[in-house]
């Protein structure tokens, strides 16, 4: 079965301290992408990559910074983390098209 | 600019009833809607999906009606269930767009027993 992991759970950061997301896909799907959930928002894509190596920025990128060293994880960084970007984060990989994805159960994020 | 949109925010139904999640989108580009259940505390899971070539689609009790030229969807759930409580998104991607999905603002549905 479709498996993607995200490491922390939950992170209370302090505002301009670092914070670094991990994901990691057992699916060797090409294409992850990261999204943060907010209320009366739904989930607006931050960063996505389509392979080791790559990433590209979505909609909402201001902020943060992706590394995809290998097929299999896909990080989100703050290297200066902010009070907006308190948030619950989700990372997701899936190939084909269709709008499948498959998602983690999610990261906590508080900045304080 | 919400590129998709859906309403109601949060609707109540009595188990059995028929709920009704609407959504519309404004980009024409956009060829499937996939639409995901998402329960407390867990990420989103797709529940089902349509592209823009069909006009229903129906999984058990879930079933889509997509309307092209109005720009618009709406899920059913028919016969619906206490375990039916969760947020649904309504996405849109267009073909080619490698599954980058622009995602609604989320309906919260609640089945009462």
């Known amino acids: 079965e479709a498996a993607v992991t995200q490491s922390p759970r939950n992170k209370v950061a302090v505002t301009g301290g670092k914070v670094t997301l991990s994901c990691n896909q057992t699916n060797n799907h090409n294409n992850m992408y990261w999204y943060r959930q907010d209320t009366g928002h739904g989930l607006r894509l931050i960063h996505y990559s389509y392979g080791a190596g790559s990433t590209e920025k979505g909609d909402i990128p201001d902020g943060y910074k992706a590394s995809r060293p290998s097929q299999e994880n896909f990080s989100l960084i703050l290297e200066l983390a902010t009070p907006s970007q308190t948030s619950v984060y989700f990372c997701?990989?899936?190939?084909?098209?269709?709008?499948?994805?498959?998602f983690g159960e999610g990261s906590k994020l508080t900045v304080l | 600019q919400q590129q998709v949109r859906q309403s109601p925010q949060s609707l109540t139904v009595w188990e059995g009833e028929t709920a009704i999640l609407n959504c519309s989108y404004e980009d024409s580009t956009f060829n499937y809607f996939p639409w995901y259940q998402q329960f407390p505390g867990e990420g989103p899971a797709l529940l089902i999906s349509i592209s823009s070539v069909s006009d229903k689609k129906e999984d058990g009790r879930f079933t889509i009606f997509f309307n092209k030229r109005e720009k618009k969807l709406s899920l059913h759930i028919t016969d619906s269930q206490p375990g039916d409580s969760a947020t649904y998104f309504c996405?849109?991607?267009?073909?080619?767009?490698?599954?980058?999905?622009?995602f609604g603002q989320g309906t919260v549905l609640s089945v009462i027993p």
């Open positions: 997701a990989s899936g190939d084909g098209g269709a709008g499948q994805l498959y």
């Open positions: 996405a849109a991607t267009p073909t080619g767009g490698n599954n980058k999905l622009t």
